[in-house]
């Protein structure tokens, strides 16, 4: 079946960096685009960044372009999302997703952004 497990989540300081991975299997990764939700603690669940099926393009919510960067590596079946300049404000349980025939979600990795 089906499997997306993200990690790297963690406690950070304001203005620290953290590099999260989703690991993916049971599916075709290199035929599925890839997103990066979170969901902060009483608010819904947004999207924060999406990276087409070959990583020739990406998008990002406006709250963290310039500061966050989506990749992947189809060989190793996995999506990236590399965080810098972090803020209290992106403290979130972060969801990876991969679109496609069908799509599936991942269990989240928590991220707190907290001096």
């Known amino acids: 079946q089906v499997q997306l497990v993200e990690s790297g989540g963690g406690l950070v300081q304001p203005g620290g960096s953290l590099r999260l991975s989703c690991a993916a299997s049971?599916?075709?990764?290199?035929?599925?685009?890839m997103s990066w939700y979170r969901q902060a603690p009483g608010k819904e669940r947004e999207l924060v960044a999406t990276?087409?099926?070959?990583?020739?393009?990406?998008n990002y919510v406006d709250s963290v372009r310039g500061r966050f960067t989506i990749s992947r590596d189809n060989a190793k079946n996995t999506v990236y999302l590399q965080m810098n300049s972090l803020k209290a404000e992106d403290t979130a349980v972060y969801y990876c997703?991969?679109?496609?025939?069908?799509?599936?979600w991942g269990k989240g990795t928590l991220v707190t952004v907290s001096s």
């Open positions: 049971g599916l075709t990764f290199s035929r599925y685009a």
């Open positions: 990276i087409t099926s070959a990583g020739g393009s990406t």
């Open positions: 997703m991969a679109i496609g025939i069908g799509f599936y």
